[in-house]
């Protein structure tokens, strides 16, 4: 079976696929300094609890933070006997080079999910990945990635107002029930929430002028749902996005081997 690995900034995902679903899928936050046995513990206990006996044989990884590698290689060896596939590095094959600027490192969940989407649904896509940052990322007609947008992400606003003034306090994201806040938190929420609906219709908007076809917007990443309650902007939201995109990858080198 295969272990699929996705470590953002904030949350490492594993997931397990069996060659035709995933049997399970486990988060974790990330941080650099857990070790192989370390995750190697945490994942027996899981399978234990969850009464699943598999015998993991192959492993890939797309890692936003590149500390982390190192003990993922290293789990990956000691408990799987396997080399990791890892995306974004030279030996890692992409069904499609992206076409950037030279010597632009483009993050590798990037590059994951617009595989993923233009496998779904073809070209001319703006993918959007609800993350630590809110990344947009535009795939061409042939499935290239051909640049985005960063934007801070959702919670990591909220944690900016709360870091540099005083009197904000630490609030979590929320549709709130007017725009107009009664109070601090309401207020804040207010701000981050239409404020957010704004940035990515907005970033829609101006990438939708900047290229001549149509194009579908994707989202992903576990906030998609509360903004979707108001806005149009999203023709499909998937959460299954990154993790179809590794299992994708991981199928196009093995075949291209
Ligand atoms: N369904 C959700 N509701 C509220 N917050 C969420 C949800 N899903 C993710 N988040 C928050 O969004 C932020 C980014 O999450 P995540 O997608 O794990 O980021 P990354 O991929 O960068 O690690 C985190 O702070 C996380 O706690
Ligand atoms: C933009 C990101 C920080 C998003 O990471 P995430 O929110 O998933 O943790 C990551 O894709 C990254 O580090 N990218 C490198 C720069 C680039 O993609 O152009
Ligand atoms: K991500």
Not at 3 to 32: K, P, Q, S
Not at 70 to 88: A, E, M, Q, T
Not at 139 to 156: K, Q, S, T
Request: glycine share 8%; hydrophobic share 45%.
């Amino acid at each position: 079976m295969l272990l699929a690995i996705d470590c953002g900034n904030t949350n490492t995902v594993f997931a397990i696929w069996d060659g035709a679903r995933f049997i399970a899928t486990w988060r974790i936050a990330t941080d650099h300094k857990r070790t192989a046995d370390e995750y190697f513990v945490w994942l027996s206990s899981l399978l234990l609890l969850n009464r699943l006996e598999v015998k993991i044989e192959e492993v890939i990884i797309s890692s936003t933070v590149p500390r982390v590698v190192f003990n993922l290689r290293v789990l990956s060896n000691r408990y799987f006997d396997c080399r990791p596939l890892v995306v974004g590095k030279p030996e890692c094959l992409l069904p499609h080079a992206p076409r950037v600027d030279q010597g632009t490192t483009v993050g590798p969940d990037r590059l994951v999910n617009t595989a993923g989407a233009f496998d779904r649904h073809g070209g001319d896509l703006i993918v959007v990945d609800f993350g630590t940052a809110t990344t947009f990322d535009v795939v061409d007609h042939d499935g290239a990635y051909i640049g985005g947008v960063i934007a801070p992400g959702v919670n990591l606003s909220l944690e900016a107002l709360h870091a540099a003034a005083a009197a904000l306090p630490h609030v979590d994201v929320s549709r709130p029930a007017q725009a107009i806040g009664t109070n601090t938190v309401a207020c804040m929420q207010s701000g981050v929430y239409w404020g957010y609906i704004g940035l990515v219709e907005g970033i829609v908007r101006e990438v939708r002028k900047e290229r001549e076809r149509p194009m579908k917007v994707i989202a992903t990443g576990g906030l998609a749902p509360l903004f979707a309650q108001d806005t149009e902007v999203f023709d499909s939201i998937e959460d299954d996005l990154t993790m179809h995109g590794l299992v994708l990858i991981h199928d196009y080198n093995k075949e291209n081997a």
